[in-house]
């Protein structure tokens, strides 16, 4: 009598469902993989974004471009630029995070043509018709703000950094406000990126002689709320440089926020 032996031939359910097992994994971590380079992408490209957005606040800072074409001073009356004695263009602040991380708004600050430096020129933030309110783009938010003072400190707490015309001690190089060409950093005291919001932001700049502080450089800690990926945008003098004296510097850090 012969045995005829049965030759199999497919898996069986253990072999399919181990099969099905391996390929699930290797799908979700190529997911993964995936998602994570498109996030890191996003979060790189975003920053870089805000970092030629701060270029352009920049230069728009220094070719004198503000919204409308009449200010008002404190003390003076609404006049049309370039009036004797009346309201001139001194520069923008820019106000980061508030209690959402996200915010970027962007303030042109007036002060009186007659003036000598940038305090005796009482200088205030334009109506809020002319404010300009952003958001970051992408994932990214606001992880720190800190700034190092002319005058001394570091690493001093911060909400906002302003570029104005004149130099670090506040002078107009020419005696004019039209004249002055250099164009100087400053960071507003006593502020803190994740507690300032817009009504604070308005009575520090309606204050802004006491609260303007003379600034060697501003670091902005740009972290991802996606991603382990953050970023350190420096702001800082460059004296003869472009851009009116003012470099803005961008170092990417992997894992760790801003250290």
């Known amino acids: 009598m012969k045995l005829h032996r049965c030759n199999r031939s497919g898996f069986t359910i253990v072999e399919t469902l181990i099969v099905l097992t391996v390929t699930s994994t290797l799908f979700i971590i190529g997911i993964v993989l995936v998602n994570g380079r498109q996030s890191k992408t996003e979060y790189q490209t975003g920053i870089n974004n805000f970092q030629q957005q701060i270029r352009q606040v920049i230069n728009e800072t220094i070719s004198g ?3 409308q074409s009449s200010t008002t001073c404190n003390s003076l009356p609404s006049v049309s630029q370039g009036s004797n004695y009346g309201c001139v263009f001194l520069g923008k602040v820019v106000h980061l995070g508030s209690t959402s991380g996200k915010d970027v708004t962007i303030y042109p600050i007036t002060g009186q043509q007659s003036a000598t430096n940038i305090f005796t020129a009482a200088p205030v933030a334009l109506s809020a018709s002319s404010v300009v309110n952003d958001k970051l783009p992408n994932s990214l938010v606001v992880a720190g703000m800190t ?3 002319v005058a001394g400190g570091t690493g001093l707490p911060t909400a906002a950094v302003a570029f104005l015309t004149g130099d670090s001690t506040g002078s107009f190089s020419t005696g004019s406000v039209n004249g002055a060409q250099q164009f100087s950093l400053y960071a507003l005291k006593h ?4 507690t300032t919001d817009a009504a604070q932001m308005s009575n520090r700049l309606s204050h802004a002689t006491a609260n303007l502080d ?4 501003v670091q902005i800690c740009i972290a991802s709320d996606t991603i382990d990926q953050s970023g350190l945008i420096t702001i800082g003098t460059n004296y003869g440089g472009l851009n009116g004296g003012l470099s803005v510097n961008l170092k990417l850090h992997s894992g760790v926020v801003c250290a």
């Open 65 to 67: 471009y503000f919204p």
């Open 214 to 217: 003379a600034a060697k450089q």
């Open 147 to 149: 700034y190092d003072g």
């Open 191 to 194: 502020t803190n990126y994740a």
